[in-house]
């Protein structure tokens, strides 16, 4: 009967309309109230209704080979011989490989030989051409760039604000080890050693025993553990000075600076709320 | 196509392709020689005799679908243009390739839009590009690039406007690292030169006649525009490039009658960036990710085409290992689940297009979004996955879809891989897919919306190089994936769509039974992921080097992509130890040449079919200007 293909159809929209309902009242309208606890479950596979996530209110955190600008790594503050140290050994690689070449590195020298020495004296990325391929790090025979996760940089002056230098780039290790907990035990058991291959050899030689640390064991997943005391660490709530930001990235204009401290509010803000509802945040 | 059938008396019994040359080359020795170039294959034709021997090729060999024609530049290496043309049977089987030579100054080789009518796009880009006059053509203009431009910037010794070095890594990169931004060493406006014989006064001039006709379109603008008062109801309308159902920047000029649209002429290039030149600057590595940006719904499908032809070049050097089943078996999945989101895409714009606005396209979105989203937790992006590498894979799928919170991002998702993908398949897409048939396959208003719209006929479809769901809707069982298989489709058990009809409907069945065979592949992927668990994407365990030497020779990669055939034509000039970057790099795009018969298929419908036509054609911006 002519119509018969339009009323079908049409009742799959409504099939649509009260699925999706049925499922917020199946979870209490919970997703209204910044809950996360079932945010798993319904954008998984068995959910039937059409769920959106509410950005910016809700923002999924990304998986761990999410590529989105790369940082580099320097030790932690509180490592016991290298602290604030570059993983890089400028050896040009991730300049070589970047395909649309946004990254420059001067190379560093011995002030009195004039001989290269294993470490970058300046770096640049141009984020504007930046393509967020992540071959650098892929590429990186250190371990020493790594993509970063945080993708919000709206900044309002293309030419000031666009070049990252070695400053702006650099994020310690603990930050890497939060953002993709599973990749850097797997680098880990790849290079053998928590350390820095080029220090971790050094040990080995015994030129200092004292000077680095032995190799964590590798049983556990100790990276995990970590991570959460990193992120807790410098979780803003608990922070009474202002600690070391997560992101590592010392601000470097004013404009940077301000945009900084509005995240940092907000991110007060809300942990203060989460804590107020007794939630994890 | 101005010869349809074969005499059987005229059919030759040249079945393989070496058969063919041979026949070619004693038939007419002369005009015709083996093209010995190391790592080269095919026949180089005198250009005198192109078309008559081109003609012989298509009604006697039976070589009726001209897949790629594009030119080389040999500045250097013997100083001479070639044309290379890539022909198949639609019966199946391999390439015949042959070439045409000329001189590099006056470039001059006849036209073969009188044999293929799906030449005439190609022969447009490559006088563009590349400065080569086609004797016999009906309307050579350019195409990607404006009358305005100076010179045919895939020559090599054109250079750019932000020129910095004839190939990458650039030097100033490293050791010495003078960061710079590109505009500041090449002042912008400063850095442009204009042909002498354009008239920049002219550029200002916005009357109608000067608006169409510095598009040099087929559209004879004066005839219609002359005549004065409203005698005439034929009139141009231009649609265009900022049009809501144009899927991007993408222009039509059209006559119309009344609502009758009488001619039809594409106008594109809005979105050029001479990604072929990029191409031949980057090494062979650089380019992949720029692949992904060609047709950006399908980057899986861009990456597979590009690595299949440089491993093709990669196997005629010394010390090659092909991939090894489990990640030929990934690249199946991945390149198959691209597939499902392209047609999901593809059908719901279409039905925007032809008026049932977003809700259906939103519907399909969902599992779009899914598949999305394991693709960023394997590839580490949604849509620019640059996942496919020589030999390899970027990483193998992780244990775990999971997310780590932070201070910003706090929903967080933690799946088992196997058990998503698992469930994806076996419920969630088949049920999308039975879910989008309910709404739409009976649905009155689509049936008389597309049903005898936009006919493209099966001669047509053939001699105007269409492809993909374009040239099966018309009635030719082509895909690739069976007539030239690759990777490990051989061994899979799928049908090849097919409709007859040649409509708008046909087109969208075509695609919903390539939803449906897609699944069926996926379900055999599945198990065959299990029983290589813990293999090696790589065949001998450790990733590619990340600047690869790529032997001398040419090599033309092709897949089934969901707009249709995506090739890439890859020329390697390397001595002895290989080359780091192509010689020349070639894309055939789809989307590109399915727009060719465009005009055909539209005339004598209505504008709003228009329209509707576009979206069944099923293009991206992204690939169709490069
Ligand atoms: S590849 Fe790694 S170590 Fe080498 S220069 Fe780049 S970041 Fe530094
Ligand atoms: S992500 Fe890619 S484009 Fe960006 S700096 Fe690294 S290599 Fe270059």
């Known amino acids: 009967m002519y119509g018969t293909g339009l009323a079908k159809g049409l009742l799959l929209t409504l099939r649509h309309f009260v699925e999706s309902y049925a499922d917020d009242i199946r979870y209490g309208f919970r997703k209204y109230h910044h809950s996360t606890d079932n945010f798993a479950i319904r954008q998984g596979t068995k959910t039937k209704g059409v769920i959106t996530v509410q950005y910016p209110d809700e923002k999924v955190a990304v998986p761990e080979r999410f590529r989105f600008l790369p940082f580099l790594i320097v030790e932690d503050e509180d490592h016991p011989t290298r602290a604030g140290k570059d993983w890089c050994t400028s050896c040009g690689i991730c300049a070589k490989v970047c395909p649309p070449q946004c990254i420059w590195i001067v190379r560093g020298s011995d002030p009195n030989t004039g001989r290269p020495v294993p470490d970058p004296e300046a770096f640049f990325i141009d984020i504007d051409i930046c393509m967020n391929c992540g071959y650098c790090a892929e590429y990186c025979p250190f371990d020493a760039i790594k993509m970063d996760h945080d993708y919000e940089l709206a900044s309002y002056n293309r030419t000031t604000h666009h070049i990252h230098d070695k400053k702006r780039l650099s994020k310690p290790n603990s930050y890497w080890r939060g953002i993709a907990p599973t990749r850097a035990y797997e680098e880990m058991l790849a290079r053998g050693t928590w350390e820095h291959k080029d220090a971790a050899k050094e040990a080995r030689r015994g030129t200092a025993s004292s000077r680095s640390q032995p190799p964590r064991p590798a049983s556990a997943q100790p990276a995990v553990a970590e991570a959460a005391a990193a992120s807790e660490a410098s979780a803003p709530a608990e922070a009474t000075a202002p600690a070391p930001s997560v992101e590592g990235a010392t601000p470097w204009s004013e404009d940077d600076a301000k945009r900084e401290e509005r995240r940092r509010k907000a991110l007060e803000r809300k942990a203060r709320r989460a804590a107020k509802r007794g939630t994890a945040f | ?626």
């Open chain 2, 1 to 626: 196509m101005d010869n349809p059938a074969l005499a059987p008396e005229r059919q030759l019994d040249a079945t393989t392709i070496d058969e063919a040359t041979a026949y070619l080359q004693s038939e007419y020795a002369g005009a015709v020689t083996a093209d010995d170039r190391e790592g080269y294959q095919g026949v180089i034709i005198d250009r005198a005799r192109l078309v008559e021997i081109a003609r012989v090729i298509r009604d006697d060999l039976g070589f009726d679908y001209l897949s790629s024609a594009t030119a080389v530049d040999y500045l250097g290496a013997g100083d001479h243009m070639e044309m290379v043309y890539h022909a198949y049977r639609t019966s199946g089987g391999g390439a015949l390739v042959f070439k045409a030579q000329a001189d590099r100054e006056n470039t001059e080789i006849p036209s073969l839009v009188s044999v293929w009518s799906g030449a005439d796009f190609q022969e447009r880009e490559a006088w563009d590009l590349m400065g080569i006059r086609f004797p016999g053509h009906p309307n050579l203009k350019r195409i990607l690039m404006w009358e305005g431009f100076h010179g045919h910037p895939l020559r090599k010794d054109w250079r750019e406007a932000y020129y910095e070095e004839e190939q990458k890594p650039f030097d100033s990169r490293w050791p010495g690292g003078h960061v710079h931004r590109a505009e500041e060493k090449n002042v912008f406006g400063k850095n442009v030169s204009y042909p002498p014989e354009i008239d920049l006064n002219r550029l200002m001039d916005t009357s109608e006649s000067a608006v169409y006709q510095s598009l040099g379109l087929g559209v004879d603008v004066e005839r219609i525009m002359d005549k004065d008062g409203f005698e005439t109801n034929e009139l141009v309308v231009n649609m265009g490039p900022h049009h809501p159902s144009t899927h991007g920047v993408f222009r039509m000029v059209l006559t119309v009658d009344g609502e009758t649209v009488t001619s039809l002429e594409p106008v594109m290039g809005y979105l050029h960036r001479n990604h072929e030149k990029i191409g031949e600057r980057n090494t062979y590595l650089h380019n992949i990710p720029f692949t992904d940006r060609l047709d950006y719904i399908s980057s899986m499908g861009n990456n597979h085409g590009y690595v299949l032809a440089v491993e093709q070049l990669m196997s005629m050097g010394r010390r090659y290992n092909p991939p090894t089943y489990r990640c030929e078996a990934l690249r199946v999945m991945m390149v198959e689940l691209s597939r499902i989101v392209n047609h999901l895409w593809a059908i719901g714009f279409w039905l925007n297009d032809i008026g049932a606005f977003f809700t259906p396209v939103l519907y399909f979105v969902q599992e779009r979004e899914r598949i999305l989203d394991f693709f960023e937790a394997v590839a580490g992006s949604r849509m620019m996955c640059n996942y496919m590498r020589f030999g390899g894979l970027f990483a193998d799928l992780p244990e775990r879809i999971k997310s780590v919170s932070n201070l910003t991002n706090d929903r967080v998702r933690d799946y088992n891989t196997m058990q998503f993908l698992t469930e994806m398949i076996n419920e969630r897409i088949p049920r999308t897919i039975d879910d989008l048939e309910r709404l739409l396959t009976q649905n009155e208003i689509l049936l008389e919306r597309s049903i005898g719209v936009g006919v493209l006929s099966r001669d047509d479809a053939i001699n105007y190089s269409a492809a993909g769901p374009l040239l099966r809707g018309s009635g030719v069982a082509y895909d690739i994936r069976r007539a030239e298989p690759y990777s490990i489709y051989p061994e899979l058990d799928f049908d090849v769509a097919v409709e007859e009809e040649g409509d708008m409907y046909a087109r969208y069945r075509v695609r919903v039974a390539e939803l449906r065979e897609s699944v069926r592949i996926l379900k055999q992927i599945l198990p065959r992921l299990e029983a290589t668990a813990g293999e090696s994407i790589w065949a001998d365990g450790k990733p590619g080097a990340y600047a690869p030497r790529i032997p001398h020779g040419e090599a033309y990669g092709r897949v089934e992509n969901g707009k249709g055939e995506l090739g890439y034509y890859l020329v390697s000039a390397g001595g002895r130890g290989g080359s780091a970057n192509p010689w020349r790099y070639h894309v055939r795009a789809p989307s590109f040449i399915n727009l060719t018969p465009m005009g055909i298929m539209s005339r004598g419908y209505k504008v709003a079919d228009i329209v509707g036509i576009l979206g069944s054609i099923d293009i991206v911006l992204g690939e169709t200007d490069r």
